[in-house]
């Protein structure tokens, strides 16, 4: 879980669901149902096939507490399409996000938007009389603050991907850092938890 | 050698592999394909009079015989009649199978004639569903919702099949087990607890001075009655069987203490509220066993066996958290116990904590007034009737409502399998049809639907389907002309404002309604009249019986506990409210 500061100062508490998944039609409907029917909210959302075929991987950041998430991963998990669920420790993940976003940038403004873009090492795509297309690939958290400082140029049309996030590899022992459910045949009471979820 | 034949036929023969006797259906269009085969087939067709009843005959079905019961019918609005009845079987863990028809594949997205997106209406209140798009997916497809649904937590599961893909043609092959196991590799439900957690389990069973077996459906959806039983014995541990569990431990059993919950009898309340330890053997915490959460059993520790590992700490968070079946979970902590015992580990004494529990359960019966003369019947005497003419195995399927728990407390349960009810969804109108069902599958047995006035009116039609079908099963409705349990609240907590619950005091003419549907319709409206009826309707077995017992619209179910309280703030009956402090 880690608190993410927003452009806007916002904090949320976030966590990161890797799923992987039959590949098979409507199981994004059923992944998305299930949040939905739960009551929480997906705060972004990115599919892709994954490494085997037939499958895909889901990366699903969530906005709650820590106690309805074991419930929520738990719901998951029925599914029958749903293959495996690691959340995701931002501290031991690598956490990659796509940005791309037009922005208004007239004589004046425009050597001082390349000049931001170059700091953040992002590609300007596209350019126009009056607007730049500009792209940005990096963590998450490198893309809010390169939209806060853009947004001070007047911003078109913002399209971000949602992050994808794979664990970080451990050089020292073999494993990684996600944590896996389940996490045995039988859960212990350490992976049970307390409180009420509806 | 390869055989070509065609989506409908292959349909029928998967279903005929899977061993099913019997369909609860009703074509139309899409599905009409299948229907062809079927002439051809050794499979009974009960043919409804609506799609609702055959879900609920499906359910009745599976819940007697433990096999998956099969509903087909066509799309769009035959589909969507079926939603109540799989959110029944989902919500109380039933296996079943539906299988609908669905417009061709070519013409599915264009809003065609009878076309609904099944798939994504019976999403959530489906265990798993798929629409198959090629005849030759369809055995495959069979196989799985089959096997999705009778394993792990039994669900309904449903296929959609285009018109199309049961008129093509396809090579007929059989899926292997390994086939099947290997196109689910998300599926693997957890059968086998964790030994070091049952080991756990044991022990603390051992050190517990207050114990309680809260015993819930699971133990019936596992075959787990005999033993529960072995295990109660083995700990001389008194006993609550929940809603859905009635008779998955014998009611006359000296270790009974009986139903739990906002309508549970004050002993088994009690009990729980008190106890030490509570072992919840396949139940689930539901909102109306726990009353409110926070206060419910503060002191005990949790013990919970489940096949589902959502359940666990779903609401309580347990002490000893075991994920498998009941049955081979519970065997394991009877050996368990068994072997510590054997190596000098003496059980807690728990001699105080059950002369408490047997004297509350003295002093606080179920219990009702006897009607004045001339006044309406007593609904409680007409189930205790009932129960006490009911010849042996005798199967009791009930609506929602007062009756139902009138059912619950004034029936004695004794064998497995003998209670259906709608304890999760609360379905009005579950009784008649999951009656049906249930002669479906255990014809020697008599069937007794008990009703009320209101649930009646929803699914009575389906008494055509019985009579027609011959599966003669018998009614009780108890009439009080409301819908009692409504009633019962606006009295209790809305200052007695009846705001919609008067249905009517002259119709609908129960006698002639059911005389009309080929049912042998008798009105019971003294005391004297109830055994005589009773009696008659229990002799006649060549069609269905429908008793109109007119009751008392003013009697009030108890004891209660206001929803949203603590188990502690239960409400006895009148006769036994001033002895209530002695429950502490």
């Known amino acids: ?198 | 050698m390869t055989e070509r034949i065609t989506g409908a036929q292959a349909l029928i023969r998967a279903l005929e592999h899977e061993n099913v006797e019997l369909i609860f259906g009703y074509p139309g269009g899409c599905i009409l394909p299948a229907y062809d085969p079927l002439v051809d087939s050794d499979i009974r067709h009960v043919l409804v009079r609506h799609e609702q009843g055959a879900g609920h005959m499906a359910e009745g079905y599976a819940q007697v015989s433990g096999k998956p019961g099969v509903t087909m019918v066509t799309s769009g609005p035959a589909a969507t009649n079926l939603v109540t009845p799989l959110m029944d079987a989902y919500m109380d863990s039933i296996p079943m199978v539906a299988i609908t028809g669905q417009v061709g594949t070519a013409a599915i997205g264009t809003d065609a004639f009878q076309e609904c997106d099944t798939v994504g209406i019976t999403r959530a209140c489906t265990k798993h569903n798929e629409l198959v798009m090629s005849a030759q997916d369809i055995p495959m497809a069979v196989r799985q919702a089959f096997h999705i649904a009778t394993t792990g937590r039994p669900g309904p599961t449903l296929i959609d099949i285009p018109k199309d893909c049961l008129q093509n043609e396809m090579t007929w092959t059989w899926p292997t087990d390994e086939e099947v196991l290997a196109s689910l590799p998300g599926y693997r439900p957890n059968v086998k607890g964790h030994a070091r957690m049952i080991k756990e389990a044991a022990r603390t069973i051992l050190a517990s001075e207050r114990p309680i077996i809260y015993a819930g459906g699971g133990i019936l959806k596992s075959r787990a009655a005999d033993a529960l039983r072995e295990l109660a014995e083995l700990i001389d541990t008194y006993v609550v069987t929940t809603l859905m569990a009635r008779g998955a431990f014998p009611d006359e059993h000296p270790l009974c203490i009986g139903m739990p919950g906002m309508h549970g009898n004050a002993t088994a309340v009690t009990a729980m509220q008190k106890s030490d330890l509570l072992i919840a053997l396949g139940s689930r915490f539901d909102d109306r066993i726990t009353g409110k959460v926070d206060s419910f059993a503060p002191d005990a520790k949790i013990i919970h066996v489940d096949i589902d590992p959502a359940e666990q700490g779903k609401v309580r968070r347990p002490d000893v958290p075991i994920v498998g079946d009941a049955k081979y979970v519970i065997e394991e902590i009877i050996k368990e116990i068994k072997s510590l015992l054997a190596a000098g580990t003496v059980q807690a004494d728990t001699s105080a904590w059950k002369s408490k529990v047997s004297g509350w359960r003295e002093q606080f019966p179920m219990t009702y007034e006897p009607a004045e003369p001339g006044a309406p019947l007593k609904p409680q005497y007409c189930i205790e009737q009932l129960s006490d003419l009911a010849p042996e195995h005798t199967i009791v399927a009930s609506g929602v409502g007062q009756h139902q728990m009138y059912a619950s407390h004034f029936w004695q349960f004794n064998e497995p399998y003998t209670w259906l009810n709608s304890g999760g969804l609360g379905t009005m109108g579950y009784s008649i049809p999951a009656a049906i069902g249930a002669k479906a599958a255990k014809p020697d047995s008599v069937v007794w639907a008990i009703d009320g006035d209101g649930c009646f009116q929803m699914t009575a039609q389906e008494l055509v389907t019985a009579a027609v079908e011959e599966l003669p099963i018998k009614v009780a409705v108890l009439n009080n002309s409301y819908l009692g349990m409504v009633r019962q609240w606006q009295e209790m907590f809305y200052d007695e404002r009846y705001s919609g619950v008067l249905l009517d005091q002259k119709l609908p003419d129960f006698v002639k309604w059911a005389e009309a549907m080929g049912c042998v319709g008798i009105l019971v409206e003294s005391p004297e009249e109830v055994g005589p009826a009773i009696e008659k309707a229990n002799s006649i077995n060549d069609r269905p019986v429908v008793i109109e017992f007119r009751t008392d619209a003013s009697e009030l179910v108890f004891p209660m506990v206001p929803a949203g309280q603590s188990n502690d703030e239960l409400i006895l009956h009148p006769t036994q409210q001033e002895k209530a402090g002695e429950l502490s």
């Open chain 1, 1 to 198: 879980m880690t608190a993410i500061n927003l452009y806007d100062g916002q904090v949320v508490n976030h966590h990161i669901l890797s799923v992987l998944v039959q590949n098979r039609p409507g199981v994004l409907a059923r992944v998305a149902g299930l949040f939905a029917r739960r009551g929480y909210n997906i705060f972004s959302l990115a599919v892709a096939p994954a490494e085997s075929s037939g499958m895909s991987r889901i990366t699903i950041v969530v906005d709650v507490e820590s106690t309805p998430l074991e419930q929520i991963t738990k719901q998951l998990f029925k599914l029958i399409d749903v293959i495996k669920i690691s959340e995701l420790d931002p501290r031991s993940s690598v956490e990659r996000e796509l940005l791309i976003a037009t922005v208004k940038a007239p004589e004046e403004n425009r050597g001082h938007i390349v000049e931001l873009v170059n700091i953040f090492e992002g590609k300007i795509i596209a350019v126009a009389q009056m607007v730049l297309t500009v792209s940005l690939e990096g963590h998450p958290d490198k893309l809010d603050d390169f939209e806060e400082l853009l947004g001070g140029y007047g911003i078109v049309e913002l399209q971000r991907t949602g992050r994808v996030a794979l664990p970080k590899i451990d050089r020292g022992t073999r494993g990684h850092a996600a944590k896996q459910f389940p996490a045995s045949s039988s859960s212990s009471s350490s992976s049970t938890t307390s409180g009420k979820a509806g």
